[in-house]
């Protein structure tokens, strides 16, 4: 069993391949070639998928709760009809008229990414393609990530959680060229969150909302 996967990198994506323990990074130009990668079981990204259309996601509560001390590395999905716009100001006005909360910065950054892969995703809704974010995973694989992720300790953190689980120091040596260390770990966390999903094993939070094109407002890992 395969799967991918996929943290956002710089415009591209950074993709962990892995199958048992062996894993493969790989840089991705675009969503829809990350979509497209053969033979996976399930792919999992950090990103949103289902999007409200008039208020807070149930699961962005959740996994910011369940991040004590890291809340803040989620952030607020944007409100579907905020996808409409490249214009920060044009975004903060439909997010307060949809939803009368606006859009931070931070969370703005994140639209083309996520416009570019609700039009990859297309319809039907698919089960294969499902949102993840990489600090719940890593939780789950050690009480000692307890550190910001980029820091020395955090990152020594991160590499031994995912040491028990794949052969993380074999990927990154053999990472292509650019790809940084944060993403790399992320994008493993996101494949190791792919296989317990694969084999039923993954969790989820939500409330088991489905937007308005048929997609799970949820985050799992």
Known sequence: MAVLGVDGWRGRWVGAL?????VRLL???DVTAALAVLDVDVIAIDMPI?????????????????LVGAGSSVFPAPVRSV?????????????LAASKRSISAQAFQLVK?????????????TDRVVEV?????????????????GSARGTVQRLRALRGVMDVEDALLAA????PVIDALDACAAAWSAARLARGEGRCVGDGAIDSRGRPMRICW
């Open 18 to 22: 892995l199958e048992g323990r062996s």
């Open 27 to 29: 840089v991705l130009e």
């Open 50 to 66: 289902g999007l409200s259309d008039d208020g807070v996601r149930a699961c962005d509560v959740a996994a910011r709760r369940l």
């Open 83 to 95: 996808l409409a716009t490249d214009d920060y100001a044009e975004a903060r006005r439909i997010a």
């Open 113 to 125: 990414a996520i416009r570019a892969l609700d039009d990859a995703l297309g319809d039907p809704p």
């Open 133 to 149: 974010h990489p600090e719940l995973a890593f939780r789950e694989l050690s009480k000692e990530v307890r550190d910001r992720k």
């Open 176 to 179: 292509p060229a650019g790809v």
